[in-house]
């Protein structure tokens, strides 16, 4: 039930589309319909003097916030103009899509081969395998598989232990599957980041500075003071537990923040790095990681350089 085992469809099994069978939309001189039935999904685009129809194939993200469709002709992949967003409860441009010129990017804009198997390869599981793009072949959404590896020989091998350990033997040792738990600081980070953004993503896209940047979570992470070179109690999975679904209560991180911070009116010790908060002694997130509009997505992300943030300050970056 985690947003992240639910970060693909196919698009006619979307609850989003079900939910709304009969999209529509008209921007400038484009008018769009988008309508769900009999197990498909068709998006049509007209100027009035012409149409053309796209059968989606693909539903991305959850729902939560937004949901974004793909469709392929020729063997090529196509990102619809536009997506669902909650907020608005109907459609609106995808995010980083320009004004179309022509009715065929009035429908979608066509992805290059890297981009469309990084696509998959964040939200769905298997989509590359020895090589090979095959998103007909993918398990739809992160499953165990996608950040732990191939797990057959993983069940071999503690079937085989479980087995073993019953006659007195020693048993399996686990060491036939990816545990990301014991990666170091900064490479925990980064294996989160292959997927939400590292530092080098965020300076090869051009997009390290500017709000924009607050959808990079590893990448604003490391910036942080705190961070320093790399500290256990400042990773990804330190906060976050990737097996249930995000935490939204900002209580909730409390007990975090007091793992490098002292409570109020506490003795500073070796086991913390900075005295207690002057202003407050919970929801320490909403001062020091503040929420924040991205223009073009109808949402806000958590901005994750932690920080003292001023009402009415500047953004860094």
Known sequence: MTSMARAAFRAADSEQLKAHPDLTLQLGPYAYELLTKNGTAQFTVSNGAESTTKSLEWAVGDGRFGQTYVYREQGRYYEAQLSFYTRLNGLGTTTGHMDPKTMETAAGGLTTPIM???CFGCHSTASTTNGRFDPDGATMGVTCEACHGPGAQHVVVESQGMESQEMGATGGT????MNPAKLDPGDSVDFCGACHRTTADALLSGLAKGVGSVRMQPY?????????????RLTCIACHDPHVQVVSDPGSYDSRCLACHVSKGAKTDAAHRAAACKVSTKDCVTC???KMEVPGTYTTFTDHWIRIAREGAANPE
């Open 174 to 177: 686990g060491s036939s599957i």
């Open 220 to 232: 604003r992470l490391e910036k942080s003071k705190c961070w320093g070179g790399g500290d256990a």
């Open 288 to 290: 020091h990681m503040p």
């Open 116 to 118: 469309i198997t990084q």
